[in-house]
């Protein structure tokens, strides 16, 4: 499973070092061709999959190949816009509990 989410997940790049620019470029690329793959294999597959012939069985190994290299990094992307989504909630919820002036 990708380490997508931990990649998502963060607003500090300018305060990253090297290592872990590598790291977060690595999954985030990744992740981008994982997705793109997959959006265009499941596009290929529905398309041609209808009563065509000329849709070979390799064509179809190839794109299920690409929908599941996509199915892979889903998971960590939802965690992470979840997780994101909680922080912003607490972090309102703790701002609504500062005394105002």
């Given at each position: 499973?990708?380490?997508?989410?931990?990649?998502?997940?963060?607003?500090?790049?300018?305060?990253?070092?090297?290592?872990?620019?590598?790291?977060?470029r690595?999954?985030?690329?990744?992740a981008?061709?994982?997705?793109?793959?997959?959006?265009?294999?499941?596009?290929?597959?529905?398309?041609?999959a209808?009563?065509?012939?000329?849709?070979?069985e390799?064509?179809?190994?190839?794109?299920?190949?690409?929908?599941?290299?996509?199915?892979?990094?889903?998971?960590?992307?939802?965690?992470?816009?979840?997780?994101?989504?909680?922080?912003?909630?607490?972090?309102?919820?703790?701002?609504?509990k500062?005394?105002?002036?």
């Open positions: 499973m990708s380490h997508i989410e931990n990649v998502l997940s963060r607003t500090d790049l300018d305060k990253k070092n090297i290592e872990s620019l590598k790291y977060i690595q999954h985030s690329e990744a981008y061709d994982g997705l793109i793959s997959g959006l265009g294999a499941m596009g290929n597959a529905i398309f041609w209808c009563d065509n012939e000329n849709y070979t390799s064509e179809a190994k190839e794109d299920l190949r690409g929908i599941g290299e996509m199915m892979m990094y889903i998971p960590g992307i939802i965690a992470a816009l979840k997780f994101n989504a909680d922080e912003a909630d607490f972090n309102i919820k703790e701002r609504d500062t005394p105002k002036r």
